[in-house]
Nanobody, 121 residues
Framework: VQLQASGGGLVQTGGSLRLSCVASGRTFSAYAIGWFRQAPGKEREFVAVANWSGDNTYYLDPAHGRFTVLRDNAKNTVYLQMSNLKPEDTAVYYC???????????????WGQGTQVTVSS
């Protein structure tokens, strides 16, 4: 499956962004879709994941309550709605596909190219 992430940009502290991850290729609904982020000089870290149907989601603690993963299998798209953004959320955000929901990077088989999110103070 091929993944394309988009929707990043520059936003002020407290602002909102919605990232999109559009998939093509193999059966999209067979995969859990996770979001990861990588800040400059840091390792890539898990942010959130939605299972194949979107009715089971899991979040990294700092994202919990501010980020929401929404899934639309009819559009082969998973969204990461981010609100109340903070400067520490600045990173390149990646979406990835896995056979099962996971918060571990190695559990993901397919990766999108990443989209930059910058939160100014």
């Amino acid at each position: 499956v091929q993944l394309q992430a988009s929707g990043g940009g520059l936003v002020q502290t407290g602002g909102s962004l919605r990232l999109s991850c559009v998939a093509s290729g193999r059966t999209f609904s067979a995969y859990a879709i996770g979001w990861f982020r990588q800040a400059p000089g840091k390792e890539r870290e898990f942010v959130a994941v939605a299972n194949w149907s979107g009715d089971n989601t899991y979040y990294l603690d700092p994202a919990h309550g501010r980020f929401t993963v929404l899934r639309d299998n009819a559009k082969n798209t998973v969204y990461l709605q981010m609100s109340n953004l903070k400067p520490e959320d600045t990173a390149v955000y990646y979406c990835a596909a896995a056979s099962h929901s996971s918060n571990i990077l190695a559990g993901y088989e397919y990766w999108g190219q990443g989209t930059q999110v910058t939160v100014s103070s």
